[in-house]
């Protein structure tokens, strides 16, 4: 049972991701559009919950790790564990973070793998400025294939994003600060062929729920071979809460004439 109906939490690893998700908020169309959702901006690397709750199990609940820390207040009387219905985390991939380790993220990933319970960890790859890391071609946008390990690190990829992102502000040149829904709807389609692409399957229109467990295996193998497959999580977010009606929406923002 949760605390006096349906809260949502989510954590981001800075400000940036948060800002980004608030404002992409709408065009997610259905996204926990049945309850409130809470946002709680998580300040640091991802690597401060490996210790306390996987190494030496400290607490029982990520809501218990943070009311200790002081990073969240719940009402007296209520058990952390049982204040939110569900729980996601969205973090950076960020391969060239000094606390780097492919095998923390993928023991992370492997705990917090049910909204319902731990909590349900997206990750972006290498970072949240993957949602502008596309290129025009014949009329549509797609998602760059691949980038090499070295231009990864957090200063040098947002640079490159910047100068070399196809979504650009009409009125002054530079590059948009948060994406609007019908750029959005181009990232997010292609973002779902990128993703059989990287998994080496069979592309289907239809949609299930993303096998984050099998990207994640797959960007850990590029980075031993020196490169980065960017992909945002933000369309799969979406995807996974509900597929039907964001995919026909981000259809129906395509098909729309050009104003």
Not at 65 to 79: E, V
Not at 92 to 121: R, V
Not at 187 to 209: A, G, M, N, Q, T
Request: net charge positive; charged share 25%; aromatic share 16%.
């Amino acid at each position: 049972m949760t605390y006096e109906g349906k809260r949502v939490l989510i954590l981001f690893e800075g400000p940036n991701d948060k800002k980004q998700f608030t404002h992409l908020a709408k065009t997610f169309v259905s996204f926990l559009k049945e309850g409130s959702y809470q946002i709680c901006v998580f300040t640091t690397s991802i690597y401060e919950l490996y210790e306390p709750l996987i190494e030496r199990k400290e607490f029982d609940s990520l809501p218990a790790f943070l009311q200790r820390k002081k990073r969240y207040n719940f009402p007296s009387g209520i058990r952390p564990q049982d204040y939110f219905s569900l729980i996601y985390l969205v973090f950076d991939y960020d391969p060239k973070y000094h606390l780097f380790s492919a095998e923390k993220i993928k023991a992370l990933q492997k705990y917090f793998n049910d909204e319902t319970q731990n909590g349900l960890l997206y990750i972006n790859y290498p970072m949240v400025e993957a949602l502008f890391d596309c290129f025009k071609s014949d009329g549509c946008i797609h998602i760059t294939k691949e980038r090499p390990f070295d231009c990864c690190s957090s200063d040098s990829y947002k640079k490159l994003i910047r100068r070399e992102t196809p979504f650009a502000n009409p009125k002054n040149g530079h590059p948009f600060k948060y994406l609007p829904p019908k750029p959005f709807a181009m990232v997010s389609l292609d973002s779902i062929i990128r993703y059989y692409e990287i998994l080496k399957s069979s592309y289907s229109p239809s949609w299930s729920f993303s096998d984050i467990g099998s990207i994640l295996q797959e960007e850990n193998k590029a980075v031993t071979q020196g490169k980065v497959y960017p992909l945002s999580c933000f369309p799969f977010m979406a995807l996974d809460y509900n597929s039907a009606e964001a995919i026909k929406i981000w259809k129906s923002l395509l098909e729309q004439k050009k104003s």
